[in-house]
């Protein structure tokens, strides 16, 4: 029987074998990830990235350019990420917080302490706290964990969490068990969403092709 350090440490390290370097979350500035942690909630990534070109097409991939923006054109815009209306408004008021907080700097935003911001981001109406740490972790580089779906899912099927487990309780998983170490917690999430969108599929998972597979003597 090992402890839960001892258990994540090796999931980490046979994936880390297997597939990494990830190099998780693609995008050419802080902003750039920030924009794309909002526009990936329930959609896939490929259409993630084609509203993120048309903003980039268009120069308005800046916290200026989307402040002025009218919402309606912003979601035209960012059309083939799904939701266009709901993300376009998380979009503005993500936006407007940055103008409010630090006059649309977001380095300097993301100097604050990680605690603090992680209160403040969860405040703007639309954004939780996978969204959050996403931003804190890949755009922000602090030492919080993401929880997705892929990572409850693989935790649940190797009989270390209940199904319904709620984020807080997986976060705190991980960050109980492991140093708070930006590249690494950075890498493990990368590592789990490749892991949940190859193998551990939501019905049929290929678990004889998978690295995890036996990981916590399961077999
Ligand atoms: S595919 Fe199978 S072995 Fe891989 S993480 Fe999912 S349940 Fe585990």
Redesign the pocket.
């Known amino acids: 029987m090992f402890d839960k350090k001892t258990i994540l440490l090796d999931l980490y390290s046979r994936l880390y074998k297997a597939f990494s370097p990830r190099h998780w979350w693609p995008g050419d500035s802080p902003f750039e990830v920030a924009v794309g942690a909002i526009l990936t909630q329930n959609t896939a990534w490929r259409n993630v990235k084609k509203a993120v070109s048309n903003l980039k097409a268009k120069g308005l991939l800046s916290p200026h350019a989307l402040y002025h923006l009218p919402v309606e054109d912003l979601e035209m815009v960012i059309r083939p990420a799904g939701y266009y209306n709901i993300k376009a408004t998380r979009l503005k008021h993500f936006v407007h917080f940055l103008f409010q907080e630090s006059a649309g700097d977001l380095a300097r935003l993301l100097s604050e302490d990680v605690h603090t911001l992680r209160t403040k981001l969860l405040s703007i109406n639309g954004i939780g706290p996978e969204t959050a740490d996403s931003i804190l972790l890949y755009a922000g580089n602090k030492p919080t964990f993401v929880v997705d779906a892929y990572t409850v899912?693989?935790l649940f099927?190797?009989n270390l969490i209940p199904e319904e487990t709620p984020y807080d309780e997986v976060q705190s998983l991980f960050m109980d068990c492991l140093e708070p170490d930006a590249p690494m917690f950075n890498e493990y999430h990368a590592l789990l969403v490749h892991?949940?969108n190859t193998?551990?599929?939501k019905t049929n998972?290929?678990?004889?092709?998978?690295?995890?597979?036996?990981?916590n003597n399961?077999e």
């Open positions: 899912r693989i099927r190797h892991v949940g193998f551990c599929l998972p290929k678990c004889t092709e998978c690295p995890a597979r036996g990981w399961d």
